[in-house]
């Protein structure tokens, strides 16, 4: 099996279990109306004949049954901008998209920062249409993750992300596009991801032959060992190892500074999986702070010398 395509992320196709532990309750939530997104014009999903709809949990709007994808501008100040940019994608276990907490409040954060940031609403597997049906599949028992993983442990087959890979290929390619009306240096177009949105991340370094990504920064990924390709960029890592995901590897990191090519990680002492920006009182807090100045420091903010 190419080990590209080996879900290094496989522990997040788990749907998160350990955090709708916590609280499974979920509420209806109105369909908004989103009017600043962009239809991106990939097509749909097979097999889907359920109509995207929204729900509330932990506080936070998602979305599901995401047949049709879209990418949603948060563009700084005039005055203010840097001139790079960063595609922004929620995670979700690619069944629902955290599209305030992974999504809009990130690039929100950003676009403060002077940073051009675009949520990518990408298209998602069929989930059930009933919102009960749905909650009582989101809840049900899962088996336990391994402790950690070795040759001898089973993989679950990789999950098919065609469709999303197209979906951060077009993305990419209408901020190419449209990136002088947006501001946009198109050398420094980067991309962030949480828990999925962190393996669509990766996914699209490790396979897309179109998109030329700056820097990436997968958060709360999954952490086993990739190939790495001779012209990956950059990469800013995060995990606590309190998460499910992290299980006590390193193998991305190991991955990246083998290749010779700049990483840095944080791996905090606690914050669970899905915290976004932060939760109280955890150390993770600080992680967006320091994406910052990591992309201060390798100059993603400058525009390179003619």
């Known amino acids: 099996m190419n080990i590209k395509k080996i879900v290094l992320f496989s522990g997040l196709l788990v749907f998160a279990a350990s955090a709708?532990?916590?609280?499974?309750?979920?509420?209806?939530?109105?369909?908004?109306?989103?009017?600043?997104?962009?239809?991106?014009?990939?097509?749909?999903?097979?097999?889907?004949?359920?109509?995207?709809?929204?729900?509330?949990?932990?506080?936070?709007p998602m979305a599901r049954n995401i047949s049709t994808a879209t990418l949603t501008p948060f563009l700084p100040e005039p005055g203010k901008a840097n001139g790079a940019a960063v595609i922004v994608a929620p995670g979700g276990g690619f069944r629902w998209l955290s599209m305030g907490n992974e999504g809009w409040e990130v690039a929100e954060a950003l676009a403060k920062q002077g940073y051009a940031a675009f949520v990518l609403k990408y298209r998602l597997h069929p989930t059930p249409e009933s919102l009960d049906d749905f909650s009582d599949w989101m809840n049900r028992p899962r088996p336990a993750t391994p402790a950690a993983s070795s040759d001898a442990t089973p993989r679950p087959a990789p999950m098919d992300l065609s469709n999303q890979l197209e979906d951060a290929e077009a993305a990419y390619a209408m901020i190419l596009d449209r990136a002088e009306e947006w501001g946009v240096d198109t050398d420094r177009i980067g991309m962030i991801g949480f828990s999925a949105g962190a393996g669509l991340t990766m996914h699209s370094t490790l396979n897309s032959k179109t998109m030329k990504l700056a820097f990436i920064g997968p958060i709360y990924g999954g952490m086993g060992p990739v190939e790495v390709p001779k012209d990956a960029p950059p990469m800013f890592c995060v995990i606590a190892s309190d998460d499910f995901?992290?299980?006590?590897?390193f193998g991305v990191i190991d991955s990246w500074y083998k290749a010779g090519i700049p990483v840095e990680f944080h791996l905090y002492q606690n914050g669970g999986h899905g915290f976004g920006l932060g939760n109280p009182n955890r150390t993770s807090n600080k992680w967006f702070d320091a994406f910052i100045h990591w992309l201060d420091v390798n100059k993603f903010t400058e525009a390179k010398a003619e």
């Open 20 to 60: 709708i532990a916590q609280d499974g309750t979920i509420y209806p939530l109105e369909n908004p109306s989103e009017p600043k997104a962009i239809l991106l014009n990939t097509g749909g999903v097979e097999d889907q004949p359920a109509p995207e709809t929204w729900f509330r949990q932990w506080g936070d």
């Open 245 to 249: 995901l992290f299980r006590g590897q």
